[in-house]
Protein backbone atom coordinates (compact mmCIF):
# COMPACT_ATOMS: atom_id res chain seq x y z
CA UNK A 1 0.00 0.00 0.00
CA UNK A 2 1.44 3.02 -0.49
CA UNK A 3 0.87 4.91 3.01
CA UNK A 4 2.17 1.75 4.65
CA UNK A 5 5.80 2.40 5.18
CA UNK A 6 8.70 2.74 8.06
CA UNK A 7 9.21 6.34 7.37
CA UNK A 8 8.09 8.90 9.63
CA UNK A 9 5.97 11.70 8.84
CA UNK A 10 7.55 15.11 8.39
CA UNK A 11 7.18 17.31 11.04
CA UNK A 12 4.87 20.28 10.52
CA UNK A 13 5.73 23.59 8.92
CA UNK A 14 5.68 26.74 10.48
CA UNK A 15 3.44 29.43 9.34
CA UNK A 16 4.45 32.02 6.83
CA UNK A 17 3.64 35.70 7.00
CA UNK A 18 1.95 36.78 4.52
CA UNK A 19 3.68 39.62 2.67
CA UNK A 20 2.43 43.04 3.61
CA UNK A 21 0.17 45.36 1.48
CA UNK A 22 1.25 49.01 1.67
CA UNK A 23 -1.88 50.82 -0.08
CA UNK A 24 -1.10 52.13 -3.50
CA UNK A 25 -0.42 55.69 -4.12
CA UNK A 26 -3.17 57.77 -4.85
CA UNK A 27 -3.18 60.28 -7.89
CA UNK A 28 -5.73 63.20 -8.52
CA UNK A 29 -7.87 60.44 -10.40
CA UNK A 30 -8.86 59.38 -6.97
CA UNK A 31 -10.64 62.38 -6.32
CA UNK A 32 -14.47 63.63 -7.14
CA UNK A 33 -15.22 66.59 -8.81
CA UNK A 34 -17.73 68.68 -10.65
CA UNK A 35 -18.08 68.10 -14.05
CA UNK A 36 -19.24 71.05 -16.31
CA UNK A 37 -19.52 69.71 -19.85
CA UNK A 38 -22.43 68.93 -20.59
CA UNK A 39 -24.60 71.16 -22.86
CA UNK A 40 -27.95 72.24 -22.27
CA UNK A 41 -29.91 69.14 -22.60
CA UNK A 42 -33.12 71.66 -23.53
CA UNK A 43 -30.69 72.02 -27.09
CA UNK A 44 -29.75 69.21 -27.82
CA UNK A 45 -32.36 66.48 -27.45
CA UNK A 46 -34.67 66.47 -29.70
CA UNK A 47 -37.63 67.60 -27.23
CA UNK A 48 -37.17 70.96 -25.44
CA UNK A 49 -37.83 71.41 -21.61
CA UNK A 50 -41.59 71.28 -20.68
CA UNK A 51 -43.36 72.85 -18.30
CA UNK A 52 -45.05 69.84 -16.15
CA UNK A 53 -48.82 69.44 -17.28
CA UNK A 54 -51.18 70.97 -14.66
CA UNK A 55 -53.08 67.63 -14.31
CA UNK A 56 -52.54 64.15 -15.08
CA UNK A 57 -52.93 63.25 -18.32
CA UNK A 58 -55.77 60.43 -18.86
CA UNK A 59 -55.10 57.11 -19.07
CA UNK A 60 -55.54 55.37 -22.39
CA UNK A 61 -58.18 53.91 -22.95
CA UNK A 62 -58.30 49.83 -22.23
CA UNK A 63 -58.83 48.14 -25.94
CA UNK A 64 -60.51 44.59 -25.61
CA UNK A 65 -60.01 42.69 -28.82
CA UNK A 66 -63.31 42.38 -30.81
CA UNK A 67 -64.95 39.23 -29.95
CA UNK A 68 -64.39 36.22 -33.13
CA UNK A 69 -67.72 35.88 -35.32
CA UNK A 70 -68.84 32.32 -34.47
CA UNK A 71 -69.70 30.12 -36.99
CA UNK A 72 -73.43 28.57 -37.82
CA UNK A 73 -72.16 25.49 -35.77
CA UNK A 74 -70.50 27.43 -33.02
CA UNK A 75 -73.40 29.86 -32.31
CA UNK A 76 -75.79 26.66 -32.07
CA UNK A 77 -73.78 24.98 -29.96
CA UNK A 78 -73.13 28.40 -27.57
CA UNK A 79 -76.48 28.69 -27.64
CA UNK A 80 -77.58 24.81 -26.79
CA UNK A 81 -74.86 25.63 -23.54
CA UNK A 82 -76.26 28.46 -21.92
CA UNK A 83 -79.66 26.99 -22.46
CA UNK A 84 -78.53 23.98 -20.60
CA UNK A 85 -75.99 26.23 -18.19
CA UNK A 86 -78.34 29.83 -17.76
CA UNK A 87 -75.86 30.02 -14.87
CA UNK A 88 -72.48 29.78 -16.65
CA UNK A 89 -73.34 32.01 -19.20
CA UNK A 90 -70.02 34.13 -18.31
CA UNK A 91 -67.83 30.93 -18.50
CA UNK A 92 -69.00 29.43 -21.52
CA UNK A 93 -68.63 32.98 -22.93
CA UNK A 94 -65.26 32.96 -22.54
CA UNK A 95 -65.04 29.38 -23.62
CA UNK A 96 -66.40 30.05 -26.67
CA UNK A 97 -64.69 33.21 -27.31
CA UNK A 98 -66.95 35.87 -26.94
CA UNK A 99 -65.88 37.66 -23.96
CA UNK A 100 -68.40 39.90 -22.07
CA UNK A 101 -72.10 39.82 -21.23
CA UNK A 102 -72.30 42.67 -23.67
CA UNK A 103 -70.41 41.15 -26.16
CA UNK A 104 -72.97 37.68 -26.01
CA UNK A 105 -75.58 40.54 -26.37
CA UNK A 106 -74.35 41.58 -29.93
CA UNK A 107 -73.68 38.70 -31.24
CA UNK A 108 -76.92 37.56 -29.87
CA UNK A 109 -78.44 40.79 -32.15
CA UNK A 110 -76.41 39.95 -35.08
CA UNK A 111 -77.29 36.03 -35.41
CA UNK A 112 -81.14 37.05 -34.25
CA UNK A 113 -80.91 39.73 -37.60
CA UNK A 114 -79.59 36.91 -39.72
CA UNK A 115 -82.20 34.44 -38.81
CA UNK A 116 -84.65 36.96 -38.99
CA UNK A 117 -83.83 38.14 -43.22
CA UNK A 118 -83.71 34.36 -44.03
CA UNK A 119 -86.17 32.04 -42.95
CA UNK A 120 -84.14 28.80 -43.87
CA UNK A 121 -81.04 30.16 -41.65
CA UNK A 122 -83.57 30.39 -38.75
CA UNK A 123 -85.20 27.36 -39.41
CA UNK A 124 -81.73 25.53 -39.68
CA UNK A 125 -80.38 27.46 -36.54
CA UNK A 126 -83.64 26.30 -34.59
CA UNK A 127 -83.10 22.37 -35.32
CA UNK A 128 -78.81 22.27 -34.71
CA UNK A 129 -79.55 24.38 -31.34
CA UNK A 130 -82.40 21.23 -30.77
CA UNK A 131 -79.53 18.65 -31.92
CA UNK A 132 -76.70 20.07 -29.83
CA UNK A 133 -79.16 20.22 -26.25
CA UNK A 134 -80.19 16.49 -26.75
CA UNK A 135 -76.56 15.57 -27.10
CA UNK A 136 -75.80 17.28 -24.22
CA UNK A 137 -78.72 16.28 -22.07
CA UNK A 138 -77.34 12.68 -23.33
CA UNK A 139 -74.09 13.33 -21.83
CA UNK A 140 -74.89 14.67 -18.89
CA UNK A 141 -77.45 11.30 -18.70
CA UNK A 142 -74.19 9.58 -19.41
CA UNK A 143 -72.07 11.16 -16.65
CA UNK A 144 -69.68 12.93 -19.11
CA UNK A 145 -70.57 16.30 -18.23
CA UNK A 146 -71.37 17.92 -15.30
Given amino acids: MP ?20 PAPRSELDETSAFHGLPDLGTVLPFGPSAPPS ?3 EPAPVSRPAPRELTFEEYASFCAARAQAPGHAAALAVRFGVGTSEACAALDAVWRA ?7 LSSAL ?21
Avoid: C, H, M, N
Avoid at 114 to 120: G, N, P, Q, V
Avoid at 133 to 140: C, P, S, T, V, Y
Fill in 3 to 22: FQGSRPAPPPSTPVEPPSRK
Fill in 55 to 57: RPP
Fill in 114 to 120: RAERDRA
Fill in 126 to 146: AARIAEYRAWLEAERARGRLP
